[in-house]
């Protein structure tokens, strides 16, 4: 069966220092990474998005950026957190192909300070 | 793009009471949509789907959707309110041509009173 694991489960940051989540999925090959933002009441943001190592998509530009070093592995960074970087993110992974469903990590509750 | 729009941010229901969550997307061709469930400081978890197949879908914890074309909808209702069901559920869109992306909605909030 698939997994994801994503971690840590919370993060408490100062504004200034960087950032470094990192999501991985097991039992499955090649599948769409994605990241997501949730802030209370605005949903879920969509911040990148990848269908194989080393291809990116940005949704939204930010102070973040994310990286795919290997099949299975989903990396988001920041090299200097603000505040409004606060905010609970949650890793994906989808099967190619159309009509699938995403998985969902447990999430990373980061707070800024 | 391909959205979605929740009606109503929080929706308060009685235990036993019917459950009626709204969703409308936007597009010319309809598109796949799914519902998820969210529990607090948890990841979100998958209700259902529309696959096309059937336009009544039944999906887990005896929650159900119906895609209406004619009104660009896929509401999703359950006819009895449980207090497990207190959760914030969200409505999510992937299009036929981009399947890559799955943009999902605000979320609506569901509370389950006694």
């Known amino acids: 069966s698939q997994t994801i694991h994503q971690w840590p489960a919370t993060l408490v940051q100062p504004v200034g220092s960087p950032l470094s989540l990192e999501c991985t999925v097991e039992?499955?090959?090649?599948?769409?990474l994605y990241w997501y933002r949730q802030a209370a009441g605005r949903g879920l943001q969509l911040l990148f998005y990848?269908?194989?190592?080393?291809?990116i998509s940005s949704e939204v530009p930010q102070n973040l950026s994310a990286s795919r070093p290997q099949d299975r592995q989903f990396i988001l960074s920041s090299k200097k957190l603000l505040l409004s970087d606060s905010g609970f993110y949650l890793c994906?992974?989808?099967?190619?192909?159309?009509?699938?469903?995403?998985?969902f990590g447990q999430g990373t509750r980061l707070t800024v300070v | 793009a391909q959205s979605v729009t929740q009606l109503g941010s929080h929706v308060s229901v009685s235990e036993g009471a019917l459950v009626l969550l709204r969703c409308n997307y936007s597009?010319?061709?309809?598109?796949?949509l799914f519902w998820y469930v969210q529990y607090p400081n948890q990841g979100l978890q998958l209700l259902l789907k529309?696959?096309?197949?059937?336009?009544l879908v039944k999906g887990i914890n005896g929650f159900e959707a119906e895609f209406k074309k004619s009104e660009t909808s896929f509401h999703l209702t359950k006819p009895s309110a449980h207090m497990s069901d207190a959760a914030e559920y969200f409505c999510a869109v992937t299009s036929r041509g981009n399947d890559y992306k799955l943009s999902f909605g605000a979320g609506t909030t569901v509370t389950v009173r006694a």
């Open positions: 039992g499955t090959s090649n599948p769409n």
């Open positions: 990848s269908v194989g190592i080393g291809q």
């Open positions: 597009s010319s061709v309809p598109p796949y």
């Open positions: 994906a992974w989808r099967r190619q192909g159309v009509n699938t469903e995403a998985f």
């Open positions: 529309y696959t096309s197949a059937a336009t």
